[in-house]
């Protein structure tokens, strides 16, 4: 299966210069394993589908937990055009990433 083109926002790539080089390595080699499949779990790919988190709706956008770096990455797929696009890279505190997901998407 070919892998999906990576494209990051212009947000999500000042996210990723924010952080350490040894979390970025550790961010894009997940990337790179999801962007092998990153459809919706449910689907039989990697992602795992966000629906709605309070009064945020966050449904059409998936997300990649890193457990160890406390960091989430959400994006969203163009399936038209198999890209799978990064919209915010940060750290889960509280509900903040997916705030910043809903206001970017």
């Not at 070919?2 to 080699?29: C, G, H, Y």
């Not at 795992?48 to 969203?76: F, H, M, N, Q």
Request: charge should be positive; glycine fraction near 6%; aromatic fraction near 6%.
């Amino acid at each position: 299966m070919m892998p999906w083109t990576v494209e990051f926002t212009t947000e999500a790539k000042n996210d990723m210069r924010d952080l350490s080089r040894t979390q970025r390595f550790q961010i894009n080699k997940a990337i790179t394993k999801v962007s092998k499949n990153p459809l919706p779990n449910s689907e039989g790919g990697y992602g795992k589908p966000l629906g709605k988190k309070g009064a945020t709706t966050l449904t059409g956008l998936l997300k990649i937990k890193l457990l160890k770096l406390e960091i989430r990455v959400v994006y969203k797929l163009v399936r038209v055009d198999k890209i799978m696009k990064i919209i915010v890279v940060a750290a889960r505190a509280d509900d903040e990433v997916y705030d910043i997901a809903f206001k970017r998407s």
